[in-house]
């Protein structure tokens, strides 16, 4: 434990699934179906506590920022019932990404945190939303990096005093080390291996993604009857209240904004340009085939993304934050005498797409009858993008090991635990094929723990080389490394560590002492 090469997958062969991504969060429904829970009732509570905890990170992370629950409640019913999140969760079930997206809100508050006080713990928000979105998607974690990035690039100044910049080097540190068992194995595999996801041939399926992107008719479309990706778009009250704000601030200018909302022009500003960018990243009008072109290293990043509209996800968290500043500036604008009329647009906008997708999904959505696990279909593997490149998945259909010359009288296998007993009546090496597709550190040992030699085949699987004369058991299995079992107890003491702070810090709090944590 944890598990890195799922034996369930490709008919027992095994799938590194594990390793390239993150399933931390999967454990809840995993654990609802050993208690007896069928796949759907699991999956299904999976999505209402994923929902569940995105309302209130929402609302806990929009609070703090605008110091305003009631304006944190109504930020937390715009973006849980965004047309984005519903139709990643209810017609893509894209689960990877509607659970990072859960977690955007706390990386924007632990970003406000950083930047308006360095030493009240900002870095730890940061630090846990950003390991839960590198636990559940890897390409949302690099987009979120990216968005940090350029809210830093237009920071620049703020971002250079006051420690701010130390205390985001701490946020990223603490992060590493959070994922360092994670860290470990993907980069072994993904540096020292060669598998579909880092070979050239992905590159070659997936380069040019600029025609994937939406064109500029679709933006805001919530209304489109199509369920497939190509109607994954942004929302229009989010990306309106990005446009929104900057016209607002251009018509209403310095000088009519209070003393005490002029932070949150400051905020709206970077969010709505943020919003904006990754908008434009995602549409079919941004030059990623010229950048391609042009700068060649960037294209296993580029190609990594695969849809341009995976951007949507972090410029739906930048318009949430507009949409909170532009009611923060209308509120305090001629005495908010336009804040009701805003409100009520607010509220026709989210409910009625809302209510459409949902009834939408309720009607369109077909319904797969499974009836038993013999109709699951473990080779379902999308684009294969985690098997030694040129592993051909049609052909790992033993269910058995084989070999032409060496005589295999018994098979007993434990997930990833395989024994045979066998005999090779010849005088020289013979090679029994294994059912385990080759990924590395398995080892196999015979009688008197005798080392036996593995082998790749031609499609990539495991090959016992035995030697002659041999006869006894011999027993393959996965054998985990100690730079990967450090990594993971680094990860353990770093979480321990985490929660011995908060601990700390809440008994500074009780006894109202001075927090010397952040010193």
Known sequence: FPVRVQPNWLGGYG?????????LFL????????????????????????????????????????????LGLLLSGAYTLSAYRLFLTFALTRCGMYTAYMLLPLVVYGVYRIFKTPKTGGWVYLSIAMTGILQTHLLSAEMTALGIFITILMLLKDFLKN?????????????????????????????????YCNAAGWDEKWNYIQKGGVEI??????????????????????????????????IVGKKLIAEELKCYKKIGIVSSIACLIFTYMGT????????????????????????????FSVGTVLGLVSLGCLV?????????????????????LVLIPALWKISLFASESDAKKVYSTAALDSYNISTKEYLPFGCNPDELVNELPYSESVVISSF????????????????????????????????????????IELLESE?????????????GTVSVAFKTPIMWIIGDVVSELTCLGIVVYFAMLRKCKRQNTPNLLNK
């Open 15 to 23: 799938y590194a699934t594990s390793v390239f991504y993150g399933d």
């Open 27 to 70: 454990y809840f429904p995993a654990m609802l179906r050993i208690c007896g829970f069928t796949i759907q009732d699991a999956y299904a509570s999976y999505v209402l506590v994923i929902t569940a905890g995105t309302a209130i990170i929402s609302y806990y992370c929009m609070k703090g920022v605008f110091q305003s629950s009631k």
């Open 163 to 195: 420690r701010v910049w130390l205390t985001f080097i701490k946020a990223v540190g603490i992060s590493i080390l959070i994922n360092i068992g994670f860290l470990i194995p993907i980069a072994e595999f993904y540096l020292s291996g060669n598998y």
């Open 217 to 250: 008719s679709s933006l805001g479309n919530v209304f489109n009857q199509d369920l497939t990706r190509d109607s994954e778009i942004i929302d229009i009250l989010l990306l309106g209240a990005a446009i929104s704000f900057l016209i607002f601030m251009i």
């Open 284 to 311: 079919m009008y941004f030059p990623w085939d010229f950048i391609e072109e042009t700068m060649p290293f960037l294209r296993g990043i580029i190609n990594s993304v695969q849809y341009p509209q995976r951007f």
């Open 328 to 348: 923060k500036m209308v509120a305090g604008y001629r005495e908010g005498r336009y804040k009701r009329y805003l409100l009520i647009a607010i509220g026709v």
């Open 412 to 451: 007993e296998r434990r997930g990833l635990h395989l024994t045979m007993s066998l005999f090779n009546p010849s005088d020289r090496d013979e090679l029994v094929e294994v059912p385990l597709v080759y990924y590395p550190h398995y080892a196999a040992t015979g009688e008197n723990s005798r080392a």
């Open 459 to 471: 499609n990539h699987t495991v090959v016992a080389s035995l030697p002659a004369g041999y006869s």
